[in-house]
């Protein structure tokens, strides 16, 4: 089985691109919101996050071996928040026959968190 690893500071996210209802009623359609400059999604996956010298690491002490030279600082995005990006950042990729977009972490504008679905919704509706 195999299974899609996200590396570095990207983010992968599910978009939804749905038709959109304007607060006048007007419908969108989804190729109309793909233009718009500003994209939203459901974030399925991250990378490890941001990697950074590690500053436990000295190379001349071959007997700690443990330690990496390396390590990686965690992203702030977490799989299940719902994420606002600037779509040209993003990378359409499809897998599984499933639609996803790929960005690096600093393409997100602003995450919504899964307890507070109200905000998300008073979002959404507004738009």
Same mark, same amino acid.
């Given at each position: ?10 983010v992968?996210?599910?978009?939804d691109d749905?038709?959109?209802? &304007? ?7 989804? &190729?109309?919101?793909e233009?718009?400059r ?9 990378g ?6 590690n ?9 700690? &071996? ?10 702030q ?16 990729? &499809?897998?599984r ?7 690096? @972490? @600093?393409? %997100?504008?602003?995450l ?6 109200? %905000?998300l ?7």
């Amino acid at each position: 089985m195999t299974e899609l690893i996200v590396v570095g500071d990207r983010v992968l996210v599910e978009p939804d691109d749905g038709e959109q209802l &304007t607060a006048s009623g007007l419908v969108l359609p989804a &190729t109309v919101a793909e233009r718009e400059r500003v994209g939203f999604g459901k974030v399925v996956r991250v990378g490890p996050g941001h990697l950074v010298p590690n500053p436990d690491f000295v190379e001349g002490e071959s007997w700690n &071996t443990a330690k990496e030279a390396g390590r990686y600082l965690p992203l702030q995005a977490k799989p299940d928040d719902y994420a606002f990006f600037v779509r040209k950042e993003a990378v359409e990729l &499809t897998y599984r026959s499933h639609k996803y977009l790929i960005m690096p @972490h @600093h393409a %997100i504008l602003a995450l919504v968190r899964r307890d507070h679905q109200d %905000i998300l919704d008073e979002i959404l509706e507004d738009s």
